[in-house]
């Protein structure tokens, strides 16, 4: 049942991912972060949101 509901609903599922991966990755940059500001992906928000959300597209596939 679930397998059927995640083939008719993939990019459902997808979008669900990004978000949380991009959520996740904010969390990140909030939570742990960089306090320097030297490490490139750490030390800023978008960066941090947009890798999460890569990551979230990449673990969904």
Known sequence: MV????????????????????????????FIGCRTGSCPITSNPYISIIWGALLGFVISG
């Open 3 to 30: 397998k059927d509901f995640l083939k008719e609903h993939k990019m459902a599922v997808r979008i669900v991912a990004v978000c949380i991966g991009g959520l996740l990755g904010f969390a990140y940059y909030k």
